[in-house]
């Protein structure tokens, strides 16, 4: 008799865990931060938008595709280790630019040592500017042009030693000898060759072509110093931002999408929204972590730590990718599960407001992640303080979690969990552009982790009544894109034009009046929808078996079971894989 397999789901659960743990960690260490890193290479407002919004349009149209993809050859493994891989490689390739910008100052930083950190890029980055003063004095001056430091030392040597003017006469009268006589032979070899109005003629182009070539040189060069660096150094991360994105985008799905598998073939469904609150306390780590780790060592290493924290857990997720519990159903998969989803979206009232929730809410979030640490910076923060406001958040969306069946017992519609939400996302962006001090975020941040979690709520509990057998995840995953991917790429593009134009403090008064009027129209309209109630068939059995008779239950229960049993009699092929 072969033995059955055996399936381990607390352990698969706790496996998969604990990778998601240490992904997040690794995101948190360097995403959250990433927007302040561009800003130190020396790129504008708009630039950053610009490159985030990219990221998140990428993400947008790359992720289910990928997943698809990794499903249909079954390579879920290897585009997770590839994925891990890659994405660590060309994350590094960042470090690569040179800091133009302004950077964070650390109190603890001495002074001394930021002098010699001051001195030894100098003293790397002199040879480089010396020889393109010297090919520029060269090409396009006639003088030799020579630096203060020269100058100055060539006065001390000249006050020191004697001078000998005759020799200095001499030296100089071989010199025009010497030139005089290499122009007469070669004005003799050119006299032979041609004749006198022709050499003239040569000589006057041979001079209009060299002034022409030093002076478009002269712009190219100029151009390029002056304007060009920048912008080339925006779309060379722009390039590596897309490859980055390409290589990182499918992980996360993929790995839902195994796991989830696996735990619907045991009947164990219910057990994926564990993996929810690690991975938001993985976020929390990572960004704490850094930040503390970023503050005590910033005259050491700088803020190049991001990265090196970021390869590091990476590496260390590896082993744990190639044991990921994943499973592909060869049957049970529901073929156009995201087109599905998104019909049903569009066809209930209460979820295109949710969808269009998740919108707005989507383009203030990334308002808040793109620019917050930029607010934070010119009110000179330092990255322990950054680190630490950043991760409340998470940490109070974590502690919402277990909430939910609270929350889904009082109150009887999850709509009006909503527009609260809402209201405290725009308390949030109001106090941001009042700031004084970094630590007055706090309590804010408290504030923005609950509404966060309150509008999450609401939007998986709206996808799980709409969803039909088979598309729970999917429904999910619409609000999901809408939120992280379509909403913020679009008000990355509005807050890098709205701070390059006016301000970081107008861009989070906007978004909060934004919200505010939304918050309003959602109420309004919430109650002018009719709302459509889910049937609960056990209140409805309860209620019917105190009117029925004895006789009248039996018969119901009767039917009951044989509408059970015929539906595990039609569903006896699942179990035969």
Same mark, same amino acid.
Request: proline share 4%; glycine share 10%; with cysteine.
């Given at each position: 008799m072969k033995r059955s397999k055996q399936w381990d789901v607390r352990g698969a659960v706790g496996f998969a865990a604990l990778f998601h743990f240490l992904y997040a960690c690794a995101i948190g260490c360097l995403l959250p931060f990433l927007t302040l890193y561009l800003r130190h290479l020396g790129l504008t407002a708009v630039m950053t938008g610009a490159i985030m919004a990219v990221k998140h349009i990428v993400a947008l149209v790359w992720r289910p595709l990928s997943c698809i993809l990794a499903r249909r050859h079954n390579k879920r493994r290897t585009v997770i280790i590839g994925s891990l891989i890659c994405s660590a490689a060309v994350a590094s390739t960042l470090l690569l630019f040179p800091p133009t910008g302004m950077s964070t100052e650390n109190r603890s930083c001495n002074i001394s040592q930021q002098n010699t950190v001051h001195e030894l890029s100098s003293t790397t980055l002199k040879p480089r500017t010396t020889l393109q003063k010297f090919a520029t004095s060269v090409v396009y001056s006639t003088e030799h042009k020579m630096r203060p430091t020269q100058e100055h030392n060539n006065t001390k040597h000249i006050s020191a030693m004697p001078v000998n003017f005759s020799a200095l006469h001499n030296t100089q009268s071989t010199t025009e000898a010497t030139t005089s006589s290499y122009s007469g032979r070669q004005a003799s070899s050119v006299v032979q060759m041609a004749s006198p109005g022709m050499r003239r003629r040569s000589l006057m182009e041979h001079e209009q072509k060299q002034q022409e070539n030093n002076k478009i040189q002269y712009e190219f060069l100029g151009s390029l110093k002056i304007m060009d660096t920048q912008h080339q150094m925006f779309f060379l991360i722009m390039i590596i931002i897309i490859f980055w994105e390409i290589l990182a985008a499918p /992980?996360?799905?993929?790995?839902?999408?195994? *796991? !989830?598998? @696996?735990?619907?073939?045991?009947d164990a469904t219910e057990r994926h929204q564990a993996i929810k609150p690690w991975r938001l306390l993985g976020i929390a780590g990572g960004m704490g972590c850094s930040g503390i780790l970023v503050s005590? /060592?910033?005259?050491?290493?700088?803020?190049? *730590? !991001?990265? @090196?924290t970021y390869i590091l857990l990476m590496v260390l997720a590896m082993p744990l990718a190639g044991l990921?519990?994943?499973?592909?159903?060869?049957?049970?998969?529901?073929?156009?599960?995201?087109?599905?989803a998104l019909h049903l979206v569009r066809g209930d009232p209460q979820a295109l407001l949710c969808a269009v929730t998740a919108v707005l809410t989507g383009m203030a979030g990334s308002v808040v992640s793109n620019f917050l640490l930029w607010q934070m910076q010119d009110h000179h923060a330092t990255e322990l303080q950054m680190g630490i406001t950043l991760a409340v958040v998470p940490l109070c969306q974590a502690a919402f979690a277990p909430l939910n069946g609270c929350l889904s017992r009082l109150l009887k519609f999850h709509g009006r969990l909503l527009p609260l939400g809402i209201l405290g996302l725009s308390l949030q962006c109001l106090s941001y552009s009042f700031m004084q001090t970094p630590w007055t975020?706090?309590?804010?941040?408290?504030?923005?982790?609950?509404?966060?979690?309150?509008?999450?709520?609401?939007?998986?509990?709206?996808?799980?009544?709409?969803?039909?057998?088979?598309?729970?995840?999917?429904?999910?995953?619409?609000?999901?894109?809408?939120?992280?991917?379509?909403?913020?790429?679009v008000g990355s593009v509005a807050a890098g034009f709205v701070v390059q134009r006016f301000g970081i403090k107008v861009l989070f008064q906007g978004t909060a009046a934004m919200l505010g009027l939304w918050c309003i129209s959602l109420v309004v309209m919430q109650w002018r929808i009719p709302r459509q109630r889910r049937i609960n068939y056990s209140r409805l059995l309860a209620a019917g078996a105190s009117e029925m008779s004895e006789s009248d239950t039996e018969q119901e229960n009767d039917w009951l079971e044989k509408a059970i049993e015929d539906d595990k009699g039609n569903n006896n092929w699942r179990r035969l894989d």
């Open positions: /992980l996360t799905w993929t790995a839902d999408d195994g *796991l !989830h598998e @696996y735990l619907d073939f045991v005590f /060592l910033y005259c050491l290493i700088g803020t190049v *730590l !991001h990265f @090196y990921l519990p994943l499973y592909r159903h060869k049957r049970e998969h529901v073929p156009g599960a995201g087109l599905k975020v706090l309590p804010v941040q408290v504030l923005a982790g609950i509404s966060v979690g309150a509008l999450w709520w609401s939007l998986e509990a709206q996808s799980s009544d709409i969803a039909s057998p088979g598309t729970e995840l999917a429904v999910k995953r619409v609000f999901e894109a809408l939120y992280l991917d379509l909403g913020a790429g």
